[in-house]
C-alpha cells in the first residue's frame, strides 16, 4: 500500500504559476508510475499529467501541455505539478495517483491507478 498527500493549492490569478506537492508513504515510490488528474465541479475526472517510474517518460493531456511538467523526486518520495500560465479553465480539484501497471504509458483511465490521494483544490481567477 501507499498512501498519497498532495499539497499546494490554492487562489491564484490567471497567468500565475503554481507548484502541487503528492507525498507518498508506505511500499517504495519509485515502484509506482504516477499521475495527476483533475476534477472540476460537474464534470468528470480528467487525467492531466503523468510520469514513469524512472522520470524518464512524462505524459500531458493536450489543454496543459507546454503549460505543466511533472517532475519526480524518488529520493524524496515526492512528485509535483508545475503548473504555469494557468487560466481560469484550471479549476479543480487536484489529485495525484499511483500506478502499478507492468507497462505505463500516461493513462488516462483512471481506474488503471491504484491509489489516490485526497486532492487538493486549485482555483484561478480571471
Known amino acids: 500500500q501507499v498512501q498519497l498527500v498532495e499539497s499546494g493549492g490554492g487562489l491564484v490569478q490567471a497567468g500565475d504559476s503554481l507548484r502541487l506537492s503528492c507525498a507518498a508513504s508506505?511500499?517504495?515510490?519509485?515502484?509506482?508510475?504516477m499521475g495527476w488528474f483533475r476534477q472540476a465541479p460537474g464534470k468528470e475526472r480528467e487525467f492531466v499529467a503523468g510520469i514513469s517510474r524512472r522520470g524518464d517518460w512524462t505524459y500531458y493531456a493536450d489543454s496543459v501541455k507546454g503549460r505543466f511538467t511533472i517532475p519526480r523526486d524518488n529520493a524524496k518520495s515526492t512528485v509535483y505539478l508545475q503548473m504555469n500560465s494557468l487560466k481560469p479553465e484550471d479549476t479543480a480539484v487536484y489529485y495525484c495517483?499511483?500506478?502499478?501497471?507492468?507497462?505505463?504509458?500516461?493513462?488516462?483511465?483512471?481506474?488503471?491507478?491504484?491509489?489516490w490521494g485526497q486532492g487538493t483544490q486549485v482555483t484561478v481567477s480571471s
Open positions: 495517483a499511483a500506478s502499478s501497471k507492468a507497462v505505463y504509458s500516461g493513462s488516462y483511465d483512471p481506474r488503471d491507478y491504484d491509489y
Open positions: 508506505g511500499r517504495t515510490f519509485s515502484t509506482y508510475a
